[in-house]
């Protein structure tokens, strides 16, 4: 922490001022910081350097007790006594001004406490036990939670899993994250005397990480002044053009805002609701989207109005009087108060014409709603203090979620992210997912998603690795895809296969679009590889000549499939005659054969024809010593009969289950995919896999490898599947395997 802070009065990159802010004393914590060292107050009064923190917080907490403030002051003061910033200042003015930040954003005691003390245990001799001793568990926490990991311990991997360890702090007390907040944009303020690379470094994972947290946790206040820090240090021109556009702007006679807000105050008064109108400008990087957006900017662009009013009801009063009284465009409102965002905001969004074309957006909210849009969770106060009377569930402001949605998600799949880089390249990705989504499942439950998430999401949010088996879903009761993008108010019902070693195709990770996902996808994948690479280096090789693969290896299994080395020529010698009934190796459930003549023979289902009851079947060895079973009319059978290969006799055994490969050929429309896997489930039939070959002509070619409880039941789902409007055939395959 003490590494990013340097001179503020230094020149370099400012927080945008000027008409964006209500001018207010600056407070030279310079000189308050070397009155510190003058040395500490009398125990019985208020140190008078934090007599700044102790106006702003009582602003908040009227009866507010100040002596933790105080003993907290003291020791802060007396343990970084001697150090000094970069810049020559006391190093306590530091930690008094994160501490003024929070004050004037409303945070209570204990926040404050521990944000004196948040460099404590970091650049000096205090311990984490004497923090908790002097202040409680709770204090030691947050100091705990905002305290940086030692280079000389983690080296490269510090600041990553400094990052790490924060987030999981804040998923047991979001506090943690709005010190480590202040913290930075105290930082970033008094960046202007680092070297430019540094600043560079600094900004951008202020930009990437920090900001979407803050965004997040819906601290307003601090992230438009993070990001007006990041744009005047990594895009200095724009800055520059920006701030002169806000400077041109300012000194025009006239102010389309001010007129339209005047004129909205007497609309409220005739209406008799009362009712607070402010204009409210836009910030740097605002006015800079705007710019973007609209090309040439006009005095409506830089800022938008603010209507506060004291109940939910009269936000609505008010909505209501602007579109009676005034021009509305219809489709900028919203309504943020019936559905509010993730990180807890609640307005009314609306937007009112003027008669020469310039468009004024207005906010309506209370401001109880007001002070969670500026200040977020810090506004939400102690997590695991009792709700006050006035702020009970019954005045309809919405409670307090210690731990949101997405803050769960994230510490889901931190724990499954194998090593720091990869947590900290998906940390950036997820947070820059910055919209979230609700869709339900149908025992009325919900998952929250950011937008853009998929089925497959969706089904790793739920199930979490039990989603490997996830065979496709419905959403809003029709059958979609696992790809299938969802919607904020989806129903989404994940259909689950029944195979406990079903695992997931590479193709999900194109589908995936959240952390928690393609990290589970990524390791099952990886333990997949692994398997097979242990299998080879085991000896997965063409067995010699004379010792036959045992049944059940991969080598038998490449034999049974018809692919791998030519077949050893002539019979198989002979055995005594027994029939044995295998089960076929072509999956859990299938048919069972009786091989005549062979006992201790392996049987295998040719993946070319897909034999199924009653087909009339005949086998053939391969290398290994395994039968592999076809159709009597398979183009292989002709072929292996005149290349000599040794025939036996075969037949269906009791078992009449059995896995079969079907081609559907259709026309192409839309849901045609949907309404064939529907097809095929009303049948009460399991899909093991689907391909869809592109459409060539209008015409799409379906093979859907399909395990049939019984097999008798081949016809009526073969009908059923030609039933589907616009396929015109359904046949069993024929595939011509090579090197059979």
Same mark, same amino acid.
């Given at each position: ?13 400012? =927080? ?33 350097? $934090? ?39 006391? #190093? ?8 003024? $930040? ?12 521990? !944000? ?24 030691? #926490? ?11 311990? #983690? ?33 970033? &303020? ?8 540094? +600043? ?19 601290? +307003? ?41 005047? +004129? ?81 905001? +609640? ?105 853009? %998430? ?5 089904? #790793? ?18 059958? %979609? ?19 406990? %070693?079903?695992?997931? !195709? ?5 589908? =995936?679009?959240?952390?928690?996902? &393609?990290?589970? $996808? ?94 009339? $079947? ?16 398979? %183009? ?5 009969? !005149? ?25 192409? &429309? ?71």
């Amino acid at each position: 922490m003490s590494a990013d802070a340097t001179n503020p009065a230094a020149p370099g990159p400012v =927080a945008p001022a000027g008409p964006r802010r209500r001018a207010r004393p600056r407070i030279d914590l310079r000189r308050l910081g070397r009155a510190a060292l003058l040395g500490p107050a009398a125990r019985d009064r208020l140190p008078d350097a $934090i007599g700044h923190v102790a106006e702003a917080h009582r602003a908040h907490f009227p009866e507010a007790d100040l002596e933790p403030l105080r003993r907290a002051y003291v020791l802060a003061e007396s343990s970084h006594r001697g150090q000094m910033r970069k810049s020559g200042e006391p #190093y306590i003015t530091h930690p008094l001004a994160v501490t003024l $930040i929070l004050a004037e954003l409303g945070a209570e005691t204990t926040t404050l406490t521990a !944000s004196l003390l948040h460099d404590t245990v970091e650049d000096t001799d205090v311990t984490l036990d004497q923090v908790r001793d002097q202040f409680g568990e709770e204090v030691r #926490y947050l100091v705990d939670g905002v305290t940086k990991l030692e280079k000389v311990d #983690y080296g490269a991997a510090a600041e990553p899993e400094t990052f790490r360890k924060m987030l999981v702090a804040t998923g047991n007390d979001v506090r943690v994250m709005s010190i480590k907040l202040a913290d930075r944009l105290h930082n970033m &303020r008094t960046l202007g005397v680092m070297r430019p690379e540094k +600043q560079a470094r600094i900004a951008k994972v202020t930009r990437d990480v920090l900001i979407p947290l803050a965004e997040r946790l819906g601290v +307003q206040a601090l992230k438009t002044e993070l990001e007006d820090l990041v744009f005047a240090i990594l895009h200095p021109e724009e800055y520059t053009h920006t701030r002169e556009l806000i400077a041109e702007n300012a000194g025009r006679p006239d102010d389309p805002l001010t007129e339209v807000a005047e +004129q909205v105050r007497g609309v409220l008064r005739e209406a008799d609701v009362p009712a607070e109108v402010l204009v409210r400008p836009r910030h740097f990087v605002s006015v800079h989207r705007v710019s973007r957006k609209r090309g040439r900017l006009r005095g409506s662009d830089f800022g938008r109005l603010l209507v506060l009013v004291n109940e939910d009801a009269d936000c609505y009063a008010v909505l209501g009087e602007l579109h009676t009284c005034m021009t509305p465009v219809v489709s900028e409102f919203k309504d943020f108060i019936a559905v509010p965002k993730f990180n807890l905001y +609640q307005s009314l969004h609306t937007a009112v014409a003027r008669e020469d074309g310039q468009v004024v957006e207005v906010l309506i909210r209370t401001h109880q709603m007001h002070k969670v849009a500026e200040a977020g969770v810090v506004a939400l106060g102690n997590p695991y203090a009792p709700p006050a009377e006035e702020h009970s569930a019954s005045d309809g402001e919405r409670a307090d979620p210690t731990r949101p949605g997405w803050l769960s998600r994230l510490l889901e799949w931190q724990q499954a992210a194998p090593d720091p880089d990869t947590f900290w390249s998906t940390l950036r990705e997820d947070l820059a997912q910055d919209r979230e989504i609700t869709v339900f499942r149908p025992d009325g439950g919900t998952l929250g998603l950011p937008e853009g %998430a998929t089925c497959v999401d969706a089904a #790793y949010a739920q199930y979490g690795e039990d989603a490997h088996a996830c065979i496709g879903a419905r959403v809003n009761g029709r059958l %979609a895809t696992l790809s299938t993008v969802l919607k904020d108010g989806d129903t989404v019902q994940l259909l689950m296969g029944q195979d406990p %070693a079903s695992e997931p !195709s590479e193709e999900w990770l194109d589908h =995936a679009h959240t952390p928690a996902a &393609r990290i589970a $996808i990524q390791r099952r994948l990886a333990t997949r590889q692994s398997a097979a690479d242990r299998a080879q280096d085991a000896g997965d090789a063409p067995p010699a000549a004379g010792n036959p693969a045992p049944a059940g290896s991969a080598a038998a299994a490449r034999a049974g499939a018809g692919v791998g080395p030519p077949p050893v020529p002539g019979p198989v010698a002979p055995v005594p005659s027994a029939g044995l009934t295998v089960q076929a190796a072509s999956g859990p459930g299938t048919a069972s054969v009786v091989v005549v003549g062979r006992p201790d023979t392996a049987a295998r289902l040719a993946g070319c024809c897909t034999p199924v009851p009653p087909d009339e $079947i005949t086998g053939f060895a391969v290398r290994g010593g395994m039968v592999t079973v076809h159709r009597v009319e398979c %183009a292989a059978v002709t072929r292996m009969r !005149s290349a000599g290969r040794a025939e036996f006799g075969v037949h269906w055994g009791e078992t009449t289950a059995c896995r079969v490969t079907l081609l559907a050929e259709s026309f192409g &429309r839309p849901h045609l995919l949907a309404d064939l896997t529907e097809a095929i489930a009303l049948e009460g039939v399991e899909i093991i896999s689907a391909t869809v070959a592109p459409p060539a002509q209008q015409r799409v070619r379906h093979t859907y490898t399909l395990q049939l409880p019984d097999a008798a039941g081949l016809p009526a789902l073969m009908r059923a599947m030609r039933n589907v409007p616009g396929v015109y055939d359904v046949s069993r395959t024929q595939r011509q395997p090579p090197g059979v």
